[in-house]
């Protein structure tokens, strides 16, 4: 049932209402939570590559039996490829700006670095 049990229906036609009401709840707190993890799952996709590729190196280095000491250096290699792997998405987004967009947000990324130049 929904709720305390002190409504309860009585007729034919109040079960199939309460039967019809609970599936629609149902559905649409599975579409609710679906929504959701779908929004933090593919939140990043820089991210969700790296944890796929990460889950795969861990599978491959047990499955090959490397030792510990050394499967920091793959992991380590991942965590960087990771931040050229947004560098690299930064940029093909930035090839589809005209230039003048482009400019602008360049000149926002950088402005820190330009800011430190003296002259």
């Known amino acids: 049932s929904i709720g305390y049990g002190d409504i309860v229906p009585a007729r034919n036609v109040e079960y199939v209402t309460c039967i019809v009401c609970m599936l629609f709840g149902g559905i649409l707190w599975a579409f609710i939570i ?8 593919n939140g990043d996709p820089v991210e ?9 190196l861990n599978h491959m280095l047990t499955e090959a039996r490397v030792p510990p000491e050394k499967r920091s250096v793959f992991r380590g290699y991942l965590r960087e490829a990771k931040a050229r792997d947004t560098l690299v998405q930064f ?6 700006f005209s230039p003048a ?5 360049l000149m926002h990324v950088s402005h820190h670095w330009i800011e430190k130049i003296y002259y």
Do not use: P, Y
């Not at 679906?34 to 799952?41: H, K, M, P, Q, R």
């Not at 969700?48 to 795969?56: G, I, Q, Y």
């Open 48 to 56: 969700a590559n790296f944890e796929m590729h990460t889950d795969l």
């Open 101 to 105: 967009l482009k400019g602008q947000l």
């Open 91 to 96: 940029r093909e987004v930035a090839k589809r």
């Open 34 to 41: 679906g929504s959701t993890c779908s929004l933090i799952a």
